[in-house]
């Protein structure tokens, strides 16, 4: 086994986890043989170093914090090459309340407005905000529902 890749390897662990797919993206940028990558990348595998689904779960809990939804998680994920029946089962055992952390994350962005002021446009660009944040509708539709006095 190269000492070098598991010195470097361990090196990236030591400050947060990391998917398989980013390791192997990062060591093959600073040239590190895929042979080797594979090596060190199964050892740390072994030894419980490194967890593609540890880190999902971590990934998950961290930017649910953030307000982000479940629909926006779960393509970061993919993004950085974890596997969707990884993804698939951490959103299964996960206890967050999508519902209510959207309604979190809308008061946080709309509380200052009255309902005189929502206007078509303003629910239209909150409408586009949770959904890039990654709410699904039915998370969010129902506040947008503003009652006049």
Known sequence: MNKIALSYLLNLLARRDYSAAEIRQKMAAKGFEPADIEAVLEHCRQKGWQSDVRFCENYLLSRSRKGYGPARIKQELQQKGVASAVISEQFQVCEI???????????????TYSAAEWTPALKQKAWWFMLSHGFHSDHFAHL?????D
């Not at 519902?99 to 994350?105: D, G, H, K, P």
């Open 144 to 148: 947008l529902k503003i009652e006049s």
């Open 97 to 111: 309340d999508w519902f209510a952390l959207a309604e979190s994350v809308f008061a946080k962005k709309y509380a």
